[in-house]
Nanobody, 116 residues
Framework: QVQLVESGGGLVRSGGSLRLSCAAS????????MSWYRQAPGTERELVAG????????NYADSVKGRFTISRDNAKNTVYLQMNSLKPEDTAIYYC?????????WGQGTQVTVSS
């Protein structure tokens, strides 16, 4: 069955770094655009970064530009989010999403907490 499994979250101090991973299975990963979203308590889920199916194009929320980098390895069916210069306002649950035509799949999320 379709699975997206995030990992790499945790507790980090302000200014620190984390690398999130999302391992995909059960679908043709290389066909799917992949994205990272996040949701903080009491807020709506927001798009953080996206990458096209072949990795040629990426996009970022203004709040993370220059600090976060999304990448993918289609041979490993994995998408990554490198997060540098983390701030307390980056604290949220981070979700991986895959989209292709009308199909959209979500992972279960991984908690990122940035202390000041």
């Amino acid at each position: 069955q379709v699975q997206l499994v995030e990992s790499g979250g945790g507790l980090v101090r302000s200014g620190g770094s984390l690398r999130l991973s999302c391992a995909a299975s059960g679908f043709t990963f290389s066909n799917y655009g992949m994205s990272w979203y996040r949701q903080a308590p009491g807020t709506e889920r927001e798009l953080v970064a996206g990458i096209t199916s072949n990795g040629a194009m990426t996009n970022y929320a203004d709040s993370v530009k220059g600090r976060f980098t999304i990448s993918r390895d289609n041979a490993k069916n994995t998408v990554y989010l490198q997060m540098n210069s983390l701030k307390p306002e980056d604290t949220a649950i981070y979700y991986c999403n895959g989209k292709y035509t009308w199909r959209s799949y979500w992972g279960q999320g991984t908690q990122v907490t940035v202390s000041s």
